[in-house]
């Protein structure tokens, strides 16, 4: 059972497209955590969330903590070729310092 | 800086062989934990420690055994090979505690057990 849902677990769009990623819980955590991996490498943090509610942006890339603290989406504006990748949302468990992933959504950005 | 270093980068092994995954971090970070990664399942904590001395398991420890003499170093053990232990293999660290601080992940290693 994963105890972080991703959506969806793959996404093909054409460049200029907006497009929203969500990650969904039913457990609370005290923070959220977006990474980006390409092939061959490891994991690098993109954003982290703490707050209930809390919105950050990145450039184009907009992060959203839900207000309950159980979920998260990322929303890209005007996707660019660049933003292809592997997505992954992980929470921290409360209490206890450990970091879950969610499956993943790999995302294409066609020219 | 070379943040977290893993080594090696890839392996072949033979079922029933013994290995260790070397991994260590310049950061002074007092939290390091390897994760395993295969597709369609995210990555998954095998064990992770808080500190020198101190060891947990994670969601999938079966088959693996770490110790952490150092705050540097936490290899990672691979008792008897299994073709299920085919997978990428992440090493990843951070400071304790602090909710906001993200983790370090290295590069991988990519095993595979025939």
Known sequence: TQLLEQSPQFLSIQEGE???VYCNSSSVF???QWYRQEPGEGPVLLVTVVT???VKKLKRLTFQFGDARKDSSLHITA???GDTGLYLCAGLIQGAQKLVFGQGTRL???? | NAGVTQTPKFQVLKTGQSMTLQCAQDMNHEYMSWYRQDPGMGLRLIHYSVGAGITDQGEVPNGYNVSRSTTEDFPLRLLSAAPSQTSVYFCASTYLFTGASGYTFGSGTRLTVV
């Open chain 1, 52 to 54: 209930g509610g809390e």
């Open chain 1, 108 to 111: 294409t950005i066609n020219p």
């Open chain 1, 30 to 32: 005290s923070s959220l």
């Open chain 1, 18 to 20: 907006n497009l929203t």
């Open chain 1, 79 to 81: 996707a660019q070729p």
